[in-house]
């Protein structure tokens, strides 16, 4: 159970907490009290949650951005699943700072450590703690930040619900938190290849107003290799030089812009999701809507889908030449009434300009005075680059998740041989089920 941080005024309160010296009334035999009056100041205890995402394969995410350094815990995660630091260590690397000269100049290796649930290279079951330190640490640019609220950032709204709050690099609030999150994206997409042969890619698909085609990716086709091909992480080069220039242009003019970020998901599993308020799609939204910056999530049509007709937006079925069931279009995204199809999963995730900038901004300060800010510190001009490790990641996670609910747990690795064979009996056995 979370702790207490303090207790704090909370202003959209309804009514006082009991305790507060006040005579409640009663109503009927229950034991619900109601004030008789409301002079006394509204107060209500605020706890810390919010850090420990999934049900069956969960991840707590733990650290600051200016701390001794961040990282996960993992647990859920099956026995004898093959994994080391260099399996994290290749998405941590796609999403480290200072890559290129279109992301923050903060240096950091962000060279991963798992220091607890494995054993010769194996998944033991237990929780798998994952550690990378902060090792270019600059607290001293965040000084006028401690005095005022950078606009559009969480620097406000930390002081308004906990009333304390990390300055340096925004604390909880900074991308860097998302390490956590992309190395255990990194085991989800492990599990997900070995089960089901499942693959998620990401690229970026717009940067301010250079917008790609869609009909210029083929979201069957498309490789890790001709996303990887260029900084910005476009498929296609040509688009991909001209958004380079869109945040050169804002880089060196100390300001921001923003982009999409779509996301595929090949050879998924039929039956992931639960409807009524667990489908498919609404996990997807939550995990992709948590990410730091974002501001839209659109699936399968999305709203252009708005504009056909229902005869135009329908995806009629047919039989393949393996007697399977398909849709001729994918305008439902893989999904359909909150359950994967089997089709290609595809989503687009918007994500605002970076707030903190280096140009002079109109603000208050904590103690209610309005002045002006020009921000210090080293931050991204465009997150899009850098977040599309993050959105694969996120996917990832409800994808395992959503198969360890589907098959309850039963996710079982091959034994060493060389070992005296534990699943033999016929619990454990009929346990094993092929996707």
């Known amino acids: 159970m979370a702790s207490s941080l303090l207790t704090k005024q909370f202003l959209g309160a309804p009514f006082s907490s009991l305790g507060s010296g006040q005579q409640p009334s009663k109503l009927c035999s229950s034991n619900l009290r109601f004030p008789t009056h409301r002079s006394q100041p509204k107060r209500l205890e605020i706890q810390a949650a919010g850090n420990t995402f999934g049900n069956y394969f969960r991840v707590t995410t733990f650290g600051e951005s200016h701390g001794g350094g961040v990282g996960c815990i993992i647990d859920g995660c099956p026995p004898r699943l093959p994994l080391s630091e260099s399996d994290m260590q290749v998405e941590l690397d ?32 237990s929780p798998i703690k994952v550690e990378v330190p902060n090792t270019d640490q600059r607290g001293n640019d965040y000084s006028e930040m401690s005095l005022a609220y950078r606009p559009s950032h969480a620097d406000a709204t930390y002081d308004f619900k906990y009333g304390v709050r990390s300055v340096q690099g925004g604390g909880r609030s900074s991308a860097r938190e998302t390490i956590g999150r992309v190395a255990a994206g990194a085991v989800a997409k492990k599990i997900l290849k070995l089960y089901s042969g499942t693959e998620i890619l990401a690229y970026v698909s717009q940067v301010h107003n250079v917008v790609l085609p869609e009909d210029l990716v083929d979201n069957q086709t498309v490789t890790l290799e001709q996303i990887e091909s260029n900084i910005v992480r476009c498929p296609n080069p040509e688009y991909a030089e001209k958004m380079i220039a869109a945040i050169d242009y804002v880089r060196v003019r100390g300001d921001s812009v923003g982009g999409v970020v ?45 504009f056909m007709t229902g005869s135009e937006h329908n995806d009629e079925f047919f039989m393949d030449e393996h007697d399977q069931i398909r849709t001729k279009t994918n305008r439902s995204g893989g999904i359909q009434g909150g359950i994967s199809n089997g089709e290609i999963i595809n989503m687009r995730i918007a994500f605002k300009p970076t707030s903190t900038i280096a140009r002079k901004q109109h603000t208050v300060s904590r103690d209610k005075h309005e002045t002006e800010l020009i921000a210090r510190g080293r931050h991204d001009p465009c997150v899009v680059p850098r977040a599309v490790p ?14 360890m609910t589907q098959y309850a747990q039963c996710m079982l690795f091959p034994v060493n041989p060389a070992l005296q064979e534990p699943l033999q009996s016929s619990t454990t056995e009929s346990a094993q089920v092929p996707l």
């Open 390 to 403: 993050m959105v694969e990641a996120m996917v990832a996670l409800v994808l395992v998740d959503q198969l």
């Open 262 to 306: 779509t996301c595929i998901v090949r050879n998924v599993p039929r039956g992931l999701g639960t409807p009524v308020f667990d489908k498919l799609e609404a996990e997807l939204a939550k995990a992709c809507m948590s990410l730091p910056a974002t501001k839209g999530f659109e699936f399968g049509s999305g709203f252009a889908g708005t």
């Open 94 to 125: 796609r999403r480290r700072p200072g890559q290129s000269r279109i992301t923050t100049p903060r240096k950091e290796t962000d060279t991963c450590k798992i220091s607890s649930g494995t054993a010769d290279g194996l998944t033991t079951g």
